[in-house]
């Protein structure tokens, strides 16, 4: 089973900013679009962000649309999220994942195969 890995999460006030990363050892990313999730204490792991193997295409759900910007550098195998103007609505731990096939159903958890660990991110008022 191959594990992603998760990084740059932490504490910071409303308004601030974090970048997150996720990288993947060896061809793991090689043709394949990559999803970030997200999941608050209590409730579902929600989608976040999307983005195909060339960059040409990506999604956001509609509480980080215009926020968040989900990049990636093919090179070094890794994926980001720069999260701006940051709320405490968008505490949760943070998960990077593979995706399955291209854009259909990339909404759908079942639509991805590897996951990382998470990385927590906290926004206090």
């Known amino acids: 089973q191959v594990q992603l890995v998760e990084s740059g999460g932490g504490l910071v006030q409303a308004g601030g900013s974090l970048r997150l990363s996720c990288a993947a050892p060896g061809r793991t990313f090689s043709g394949r679009a990559v999803g970030w999730f997200r999941q608050a204490p209590g409730l579902e792991r929600e989608f976040v962000a999307f983005?195909?193997?060339?960059?040409?295409?990506?999604y956001y759900a509609d509480s980080v649309k215009g926020r968040f910007t989900i990049s990636r550098d093919n090179a070094k195998n890794t994926v980001y999220l720069q999260m701006n103007s940051l709320k405490p609505e968008d505490t949760a731990v943070y998960y990077c994942?593979?995706?399955?096939?291209?854009?259909?159903?990339?909404?759908?958890?079942?639509?991805?195969?590897?996951w990382g660990q998470g990385t927590q991110v906290t926004v206090s008022s």
């Open positions: 983005i195909s193997w060339t960059a040409y295409t990506t």
């Open positions: 994942a593979r995706k399955v096939g291209t854009v259909s159903d990339l909404y759908n958890r079942a639509s991805y195969d590897y």
